[in-house]
């Protein structure tokens, strides 16, 4: 037995144990898939990071809806426990009570509903044949929720199978279950908190499908504060409640109030109206809603003069479950103290670790003059000849109190410079002050872009709540196959329930002072689209907002601050344009797009409303960017304090001791390509090192030099090195040609091009012929790849 694999102690021992329990195949998964693993960055590429993946060996489920156990299990060299702690942290991430940890001569049973009164252990040691049933735990379970008999429908009833196999995510399924289990208990006021990207308008769906098929919830109302929103959620999320025969869902307006269907989604401004429409919630009488679900609650249900609570107190009977991403706590403004501490927290910084959400990078741009402030010369007149009042004008009255044209010509400047250098097409949000500040940096992004505007005047738009063309064109900018809109300049319109899937620039040149608008915004790009190459995007960032990310209470770091000096490129030195698609990929169609209605945007023009102060506009100032510094972060996410040279020392002798056993890791048998790949997923910054260290080296020199001291080769020398030793002289003339070629991309772009095969299909290659009359002039495929392992060997030598 000692022998045996982890799988086959699993297959001759586990899974048969559990099967003999009464588990059926149906209610067994294996290598259960709890998160992707983190996205990381090598060099200019993403990938999983493979190390962060949460796979369990085991979840046992009572229904699709209920996982009730963990199984964790290890080969027999182990002890019978060693899987215990793993399996707990599963446990946890699925809130269930039963843990199980095997090396297949036993189990050790976790218990959490065991009573200490009836003399039970949390934890003991059962065989083989006492695992227990299905049954058992799920009366266990029962208990340990304290769901009555009568209330376990609520629980038991399956989620929505989408008909394309989409099923809630771990996280998902935990805040459906928590929030079931809380109704089930006779709670009335709920808060679910979830990270902008997370699901949470799937995860209501969720919510109200069991509850409406259970026949526990009748009538629902989903209210939101954005047309957008609503219409989403009807032709996304809920759009199974009207695709059968029966029609049961309806959106209301006109403020017109139909008392026929089940399913109700609403703006509050449409049901709670105003002097001239009276209340149209009151013609619904005060029992008619069971379940109301406010999303994005933290907009206004909070504050108790706000329309939204009038609603809610006015349906008091019914059931009610706040969204959020951001609960507000302020001494005007509570979440909690309306609707109680939250049944589930699945914050920014889960997400991104689980691979569930975009990693982001901050691009940090100080300009001069928001630092150093700017006061007018005695008598100055702004651009329309108005003297400006002789004052320090600083940050936070740029774009509010006065203009500086200068200051949006260079925003406007950088924007596009970044773009130019990485992909013109990424969708992009600028956040700006206010409307007239939208419309100012549109116009001056124009000026920039005159190629790209001059092909659709769509390129770059202005959205916001005075502006109806732009209004018109939000869907387009949402759409991930609409090309155009690419860039939207807006102030607070975009600020939150936007599911900008394919954004990858955010830009901030808003003063931003509180931490959930913060959370809001940045949460406009956190979601990934694999479909079209949306792993993680970037957050430029002209006004210093990105300082809240020091503050406790935000939940999840950057990968990479950077922030140029004067003359050097917006784009940090490690970006590339890796796999962007091509224009000519996306297709020219658009949707139609109905203007938003019944909202406004609370913008504003003037730095204090009641005294309607004047705005200066001033067009003769110049603006500079200052020098600043980079900043770094490691492979976990956290900012490196010390020099890289440093923390590359620290690094590789983490896991190397000597220059001897780096060697023998570097000389193993395998493509060097991993090695480099495996190196830079453990924290390795080679790009920047190399920026630092100030010369063109191989990544294994580069190593050896910097933590051994060990004198560096330039790829080009070492590239002569091979040829010196007449390593040719066993191939062909066609193979000689093909192995100096690759010498020369070598010397040029290092050890990835030559290991790659489909090298061969480029210049200077594919004159000399086809790939596959290359290959055999090594004498075919596999004496070709032993030929470039032979190479690799001799080039490191």
Known sequence: MKNLTEQEIRTRYITPAIQKAGWGDSQIREEYQLTKGRIVFVGSHHKRDKRSRRIADYILFYKPNIPLAVVEAKDNTHSIQAGMQQA?????????????????????FRDLTADENRGEKIEREISLDEFPSPEVLFEKYLLYKQIIPAKKPIITEDYYRSEEGKSPRYYQLTAINKTLEAIAQGKKRLLLVMATGTGKTFTAFQIIWRLWRSGVKKRILFLA?????????MTNDFRPFNSGDEKIMTKITNRKADPSYQVYLALYQAVSGNQEFSNIYKEFSKDFFDLIIIDECHRGSAKEESKWRDILEYFDSATQIGLTATPKETKDVSNIDYFGDPIYNYSLRQGINDGFLAPYRVIRVDLDRDLQGWRPDKGMTDKYGIEIEDRIYNQKDFDRNLILDQRTEIVAKKVIEYLNNTYRYDKTIIFCENIDHAARMRQALI?????????????????TGDNAEGKAELDNFIHPESRYPVIVTTSKLMTTGVDAQTCKLIVLDQTINSMTEFKQIIGRGTRINEEFNKFSFTIMDFKGATRLFSDPDFDGEPIQIYEPKGDEPITPPDDELINSPNPDDFSSDEIDSPIIDDLGDPDFHYDDEKEKRYIYHVNNVEVKVLAERVQYFDADGKQITESLTDYTKKTILGEYKTLDEFLKYWHSDGRKTAIIDALEEQGLLLKPLQDVVGRNLDPFDLICHIVWDQPPLTRKERANNVRKKNYFTQYGEKAKKVLDALLDKYAE?????????????LAPFNEMGTMMELAESFGGSQQYHAAIKQLSQSLYQ
Do not use: C, H
């Open 225 to 233: 504060d954005r047309n957008i929103l609503v219409d989403q959620t």
């Open 749 to 761: 772009n290092g050890i990835r091009e030559i290991e790659d095969q489909r090298i061969l299909n």
């Open 88 to 108: 707990i942290d599963y446990a946890s991430m699925l809130d269930i009570p039963f843990i199980f940890s095997s090396n297949g001569d036993g189990f050790i």
């Open 447 to 463: 000026n920039e872009a005159q190629e790209e505007s001059r092909k659709d005047a769509r390129y770059i738009m202005q959205i």
